[in-house]
């Protein structure tokens, strides 16, 4: 299993950014999917899941009405669009394999910085 996360980078607050999470490994279009981001000093924080077909998503509320996962399931890919990007948003954003607290693979991270 491989979870391979790129799209992050430098924005602006209220700018956008899109990650994306390549899959390898399994059959992608059997599993939710996930996206958690960690400070450092701080516990990872849950971001938002989608299950397996995309049709449920479920969102934190720090990022509800700003933040949307999608999945390709024919490209075996997972994207969160990112909008209105705050200065706390700032983390290193990662992919996991599961549905909200429950993962079992993860990918190596992305680094997103909002800052003025």
């Known amino acids: 299993v491989q979870l391979v996360e790129s799209g992050g980078g430098y924005v602006q607050p209220g700018g956008s950014l899109r990650l994306s999470c390549a899959a390898s490994?399994?059959?992608?279009?059997?599993?939710?999917m996930s996206w958690v981001r960690q400070t450092p000093g701080k516990e990872r924080e849950f971001v938002g899941s989608?299950?397996?077909?995309?049709?449920?998503?479920y969102y934190a509320d720090s990022v509800k009405g700003r933040f949307t996962l999608s999945r390709d399931n024919a490209k075996n890919t997972m994207y969160l669009q990112m909008n209105s990007l705050k200065p706390e948003d700032t983390a290193v954003y990662y992919c996991?394999?599961?549905?909200?607290?429950?993962?079992?693979?993860w990918g190596q991270g992305t680094q997103v910085t909002v800052s003025s």
């Open positions: 989608i299950n397996w077909s995309g049709g449920h998503t």
């Open positions: 996991a394999r599961g549905w909200s607290g429950k993962y079992d693979y």
């Open positions: 490994g399994f059959t992608f279009s059997s599993y939710a």
